[in-house]
């Protein structure tokens, strides 16, 4: 193991199945000012809008017959560098953000990210707090979650192993989160709080392994 990732040892919920890592205030608010600002400045046509929220992909679109990639810009490329000496993607380098927004009341369906990529994700949060919720594939209803964990605003999650191959995740689309105890990564002696939620803007960070030989010059 590397001195980094001694680090980021210090990061791991240990209450949850292996294997997640939860760095708070990863980013500073200059930081995330500066990433919503890029974000918010690029061209409308970066922009796809599904019916539960809105994306950008940058790197590339990834596709089972592989990903034509793109240079990631600058301003993204500083945190995959960042993200890649706490040594959670080994020998590889992240080379796709993918940028979903939610708006208050907004959520995701649980889901498995799948074969396309590395068996890592790593996600910064801009914006706003959320709630991911865990689940068996076959048990996605409410109340049969088998872990749920706290994700706030500038932090950085990061998912592995059985978390990333054996449970789907997803957000409950909601306007308000209690902070319950069941949560694992909330303090036992001030639980039930609750927060409002706002717009939340997450880069999603992984490694698309199947590229083409072919790239778009940006």
């Not at 940028?99 to 498995?112: D, S, T, V, W």
């Not at 048990?139 to 994700?151: L, P, Q």
């Amino acid at each position: 193991m590397s001195g980094n990732q001694t680090i980021v040892e210090k990061y791991i919920l240990k209450k949850a199945p292996a294997t997640v890592y939860y760095i708070p205030d990863f980013i500073s608010r200059e930081e995330e000012s500066h990433l919503l600002n890029k974000i918010y400045s690029a061209p409308k046509p970066k922009w796809i809008q599904l019916s539960n929220r809105r994306l950008q992909n940058w790197g590339g679109l990834p596709h089972p017959k592989g990903m034509i990639a793109e240079k990631l810009p600058d301003w993204l490329d500083v945190y995959l560098d960042r993200i890649n000496q706490l040594g959670v993607f080994e020998t590889v380098k992240p080379n796709h953000v993918l940028i979903n927004e939610y708006m208050a009341g907004q959520g995701i369906l649980p889901h498995f990210d799948g074969d396309l990529y590395y068996p890592t994700i790593a996600t910064i949060s801009c914006g706003s707090h959320t709630l991911l919720n865990f689940y068996e594939p076959d048990k996605t209803t409410e109340g049969n979650e088998v872990c749920s964990i706290f994700v706030d605003v500038r932090s950085l999650l990061i998912l592995q192993d059985d978390m990333y191959k054996k449970y789907v995740h997803g957000i409950v689309p909601k306007t308000e989160d209690t902070l319950s105890s069941d949560i694992l990564n909330i303090c036992s002696s001030s639980p039930n709080q609750v927060l409002n939620r706002s717009t939340r803007v997450s880069l999603t960070i992984r490694h698309v392994p199947r590229t083409t030989k072919f790239s778009i010059k940006t």
